[in-house]
């Protein structure tokens, strides 16, 4: 899968990062600075990820994207649940959800529609993702909405917000299982033409990135988190805002932007496997494993979502839904979505404080 040429060139942004924190500079600073330091990093986890996987097969491969796929964001957000950072931890799941099928998924359809005009993809497997979706949606709802009447019972709202995450765990699991059982249907249904990859790293090489990376995101994310309430106080921003935009986009751009670049070369099919098949495993997995992770902290964090989520949540997966019903899109559609994410981000920012 090709890579976006200043990836690497913004890895000088860890040694920076790093030199920033020994000098004890300011919070601010050493926030913006990690912030762009994991851009590249998410980047080559997700690139070593990629090499492993050509080592090991379709299916050992596929199952190691569905769990680095969003490693930085996951890396990131354990570090928020660990200093009681809650609401910037479940504002940064639905953002990253928004920021896939809105502005990823937006820009794909805008930049490629211009370049190729109306393109066309796999809608079976496009509805599948969405159907996924829109699920997850529901999912997320329930212990919203039901969170009024059981309030007053601490107890039962976690083991509510527990089920919840094991019966989407369960059925992300399945979807998984699916798709390597019908993976070979389904390439003879395509209606691109397969670009095979060749290795350009050895297992031996591809685990040392992988690790090197890792580590990497490890550390500026530690920075990052720990920098977030300076960052409310001299930069105006609240928390809120952070984790739905700013998070994010941090953890997800650099991977995700390939599905810009293989929209541009009219290979739609992978484009949308990108960011809709990303929302859903974030909603799937990513969501509710963070339930778990973060008892392991003694925090409480419950799959319940303030308004402003759900609607915004809610109106970006029906918006998504129907732009991959019919298989086909244009660059107006992708305006359509850049539109919805600006509008949102805009209000967003206004929210006063913590929700």
Known sequence: MP????????????????????????????????????????????????????????QIGGLLNATLGNAAELIITIFAIQRGLLELVKASIIGSILGNLLLIMGLSLFLGGLKNGLQSFDRRDAAMHAALMLLALAALMVPSLFDIAIADNPSAELRLSEGVAIIMMLLYAMSIYYSFRSSAKEKRLQREPVHPHESKWTVRQSLGVLTLSTLG???????????????????????????????????NVAEHLVAVQVAIKNRMNLSMAVSIGSSTQIALFVAPLLVFIALLFGERL??????????????TSIIAAFIALDGETNWLEGAMLLALYAILALAFYFIPGMI
């Not at 419950?302 to 109106?315: D, H, I, K, R, T």
């Open 302 to 315: 419950l799959l319940v979502y303030n308004n402003y989520e759900l609607v915004a949540l809610a109106a």
């Open 3 to 58: 890579r976006i040429p200043w990836n690497y060139a913004l890895l000088i942004f860890v040694p920076i990062t790093i030199g920033a924190m020994f000098l004890a500079a300011d919070e601010t600073i050493i926030f913006i600075l990690a912030a762009v330091a994991v851009i590249p990093l998410a980047g080559l986890v997700g690139e070593g990820t990629e090499e492993l996987a050509h080592h090991t097969g379709p």
């Open 217 to 251: 995101i490890v550390w500026m994310s530690e920075a990052l988190i720990g920098a977030v309430e300076s960052v409310t106080h001299q930069l105006g921003l609240t928390e809120f805002f952070i984790g739905i935009i700013i998070i994010p986009l941090v953890g």
